[in-house]
């Protein structure tokens, strides 16, 4: 009797498409591979596939850590943003945590005791240790991170603006409240 070679186990990207098809999308709608560039598998669904929000849980749990893109712009952002709320529990504890490890949340300013935005921003900046009306500042209904073209190397950057991130970060998750970052094109070239 002559042994055949085994067959090799699937690849870890056969398996995902295995399980992306028992989700119900059209698997030629759907390209998995390793990206050298990302060191990550990628997992690209097309409108073809088919996908609909209702196969988003299905899909993430067939994705794992991978990353997933949709083509369609409308089906990444509703992708996005269920993925992000799956995560912020998580992520607001640990903001949370690093907050109180610091005592910056006894007495953080909270939204609803400022009658403008700006001096809303105003207190967030003087409670995470910077100069009021100095990097902060409001665009329509959002504030805008913008720091001060200073020549500071990325570390001091960072001890210096690491409490006021940290408490943008936390508001964000939190109260879903509209921060934007701008101005770090500074460290490009460094």
């Known amino acids: ?12 990207e056969q398996v995902i498409e295995q399980r992306l098809a028992q989700c119900g999308l059209d698997i030629g709608g759907v390209s998995v591979r390793y990206e050298d560039y990302l060191q990550s598998i990628e997992i690209v669904i097309r409108p073809t596939a088919n996908a609909t929000a209702d196969h988003f849980e299905c899909i993430k749990n067939a994705a794992g850590y991978e990353i997933v893109t949709f083509e369609d712009r409308e089906m990444y952002k509703a992708y ?14 640990s903001l949370k945590a690093r907050l109180q490890e610091k005592g910056l949340l006894e007495a953080l300013p909270e939204r609803a005791n400022f009658e403008s935005l700006d001096a809303y921003a105003k207190a967030l900046e003087a409670h995470g240790g910077v100069t009021p009306g100095s990097v902060l500042r409001v665009y329509g209904d959002e504030i805008l991170f913008y720091p001060l073209g200073d020549d500071e190397s990325p570390a001091t950057f960072l001890d210096h603006y690491s409490d006021l991130i940290g408490i943008i970060g936390y508001l964000s998750v939190r109260d879903g409240f509209g921060f934007a970052f701008i101005g770090n094109e500074q460290f490009s070239d460094k």
């Open 1 to 12: 009797m002559i042994d055949m070679p085994a067959e090799p186990p699937p690849s870890h």
């Open 80 to 93: 996005s943003d269920y993925t992000a709320e799956l995560a912020r529990p998580e992520m607001l504890a």
